[in-house]
């Protein structure tokens, strides 16, 4: 039972141009997301999250969006740039679950010059 | 300061032994989290440790085990190995349970099972 989806496995973008990464989940449980982002070889490294009681978060060229009537996150990157090539992952947490994530399968950005 | 580290970083093991793999939290993290990433499952969470003891636990066999000693540092245990144990296996620490984003994750150890 994958509770985090990430459908499209990669994406496609120009350098300069905006990124647009998608999660769907199916647990009303959830009350905290998250995204990562994985270069080969190496961890998960934190990039931005939000909580269930706020739609927008940004940080800088990262803004997470959260649609909770639809079970829907995005994380949009403007611009994209071609260190940002990497592996993202969504994953979610619920209540009191501390360091346990549900993690989508992953999409593979890959930003040409 | 000096990231999560794990140990080792690749291991090949036949089927049927058991393997013990290692990771050393950030200094001063007291929750360690355990993760398997396989092509076909993702990332899967495997369990969680907070000042020694399990506070969370995910959907995987009683081959699977861990435990937290009094530094912190985290072990995992995988006996009977099964082919399909073959994955990264990843550890993040935080500084206490909070909710992800406190967590920094090593470069896992890279198992095979053949």
């Known amino acids: 039972d994958q509770q985090v989806k990430q459908n499209s496995p990669s994406l496609s973008v120009q350098e300069g141009r905006i990124s647009i990464l998608n999660c769907d989940y199916t647990?009303?449980?959830?009350?905290?997301f998250l995204w990562y982002k994985k270069y080969p070889a190496e961890g998960p490294t934190f990039l931005i999250s939000i909580s269930s009681i706020k739609d927008k978060n940004e940080d800088g060229r990262f803004t997470v969006f959260l649609n909770k009537s639809a079970k829907h996150l995005s994380l949009h990157i403007v611009p994209s740039q071609p260190g940002d090539s990497a592996v993202y992952f969504c994953?979610?947490?619920?209540?009191?679950?501390?360091?346990?994530?549900?993690f989508g399968q992953g999409t593979e950005l890959s930003v040409k010059p | 300061k000096a990231g999560v580290t794990q140990t080792p970083r690749y291991l090949i093991k036949t089927r049927g032994q058991q393997v013990t793999l290692s990771c050393s939290p950030i200094?001063?993290?007291?929750?360690v989290s355990w993760y398997q990433q396989t092509p076909g499952q993702g990332l899967q969470f495997l369990f969680e440790y907070f000042s020694e003891t399990q506070r969370n636990k995910g959907n995987f066999p009683g081959r699977f085990s861990g435990r937290q000693f009094s530094n912190s540092r985290s072990e995992m245990n995988v006996s009977t190995l099964e082919l399909g144990d073959s994955a990264l296996y990843l550890c993040?620490?935080?500084?206490?349970?909070?909710?992800?984003?406190?967590?920094?994750f090593g470069s896992g150890t890279r198992l095979t099972v053949v």
């Open positions: 200094s001063g993290h007291r929750s």
């Open positions: 647990n009303s449980m959830f009350d905290y």
């Open positions: 993040a620490s935080s500084l206490g349970p909070g909710q992800g984003q406190g967590y920094t």
């Open positions: 994953a979610a947490s619920g209540p009191n679950q501390g360091g346990k994530l549900i």
